[in-house]
């Protein structure tokens, strides 16, 4: 869904900044929503400014570097897609750890205040995961947890303690689902 709302945005002109820590992302994906958009994909692609770490240190550092980035592209969203994974490493002290997850949240939150920042987290994969996940809600003011209601992956259920939506992927449903999803973030480029 993400990648739908990243589409969309691009699709407008908007820039995005996707952060990728767990090795997942592939922006061959967004193609097809690209496509059915009618927006050219090399143009928006040129908005998408993707990057990638493949450990916990390059991680950190691409989200302190993020705000400079900002400044520059005006993004109008930052997806952290995959980041609990590289604080998984077993090679990293779990002091050191949790103390740099504590500050990429610290700057995360700090972005909020100027464009919307979405963590994208998958199952919990072991105790640690679950800690780590557990260090985290202090910091987020939105916590969803999406799930496919079908086998077909056509309807999505977001829900939180407050909150419940579900979004018809292929119906005219998506659209009040991006409105709703516009009322609790902001696409507002930063003067």
């Known amino acids: 869904m993400v990648q739908s709302w990243s589409v969309l945005l691009l699709s407008q002109g908007h820039a995005v900044h996707w952060i990728d820590g767990g090795h997942r992302f592939d922006p061959s994906k967004f193609f097809p929503a690209m496509r059915s958009l009618n927006c050219s994909i090399e143009e928006s692609l040129r908005r998408l400014y993707i990057g990638r770490g493949f450990t916990l240190h390059q991680l950190h ?5 993020v705000r400079h980035e900002l400044a520059l592209t005006k993004a109008s969203i930052i997806v952290i897609d995959g980041m609990l994974a590289m604080f998984l490493d077993e090679q ?8 740099i997850l504590r500050h990429c949240l610290a700057s995360l939150e700090d972005l909020a205040e100027f464009c919307p920042v979405i963590i994208l987290d998958g199952r919990t994969t072991s105790p640690l995961h679950q800690q780590l996940k557990h260090t985290m809600r202090p910091y987020l003011s939105q916590h969803f947890k999406g ?8 309807r999505l259920r977001f829900t939180s303690n407050e909150q419940h939506y579900l979004v018809d992927i292929e119906s005219k449903n998506v659209q009040d689902t991006q409105r709703r999803f516009e009322e609790i973030t902001s696409i507002d480029r930063v003067e």
């Open 147 to 154: 799930q496919w209601e079908n086998q077909k992956q056509r």
């Open 92 to 99: 990293i002290k779990r002091f050191e750890s949790r103390s």
């Open 61 to 65: 550092a691409l989200i302190v570097r």
